[in-house]
């Protein structure tokens, strides 16, 4: 069974910082994509950021970039976002999954979808 479970959630002011982690099990985190999505209320799921298997290349939400860090440590078959700076805007549920088909740029994403972390930004 492929599991996704995402923790390092909290309450924080503004400019604080978080990780987050997505520990996997079911299968290796290094041979497919996994991804970072998250729900704030009355909005869409968005995605946030994404790693993908073999050259691990990381792609990252435009308002994300240059504050949250994906990585991977393959032997605690882990996935970190690392989020610094965090703006109240960033307040939301997050969830991390996995793509086994076609990658990052994929659709058949596999999470946990009804859990996640919530992590909340104060003003």
């Known amino acids: 069974d492929v599991q996704l479970q995402a923790s390092g959630g909290g309450l924080v002011q503004a400019g604080g910082s978080l990780r987050l982690s997505c520990a996997a099990s079911?299968?290796?985190?290094?041979?497919?994509?996994i991804g970072w999505f998250r729900q704030a209320p009355g909005k869409e799921r968005e995605g946030v950021s994404c790693i993908s298997s073999g050259d691990s290349s990381t792609y990252y939400l435009d308002s994300v970039k240059g504050r949250f860090t994906i990585s991977r440590d393959n032997a605690k078959n882990t996935v970190y976002l690392q989020m610094n700076s965090l703006k109240p805007e960033d307040t939301a549920v997050y969830y991390c999954?996995?793509?086994?088909?076609?990658?990052?740029?994929?659709?058949?994403?596999?999470?946990?979808w009804g859990q996640g972390t919530q992590v909340t930004v104060s003003s």
């Open positions: 079911g299968f290796n985190v290094d041979d497919y994509a």
């Open positions: 999954a996995v793509e086994v088909d076609e990658g990052c740029d994929g659709s058949h994403w596999q999470g946990d």
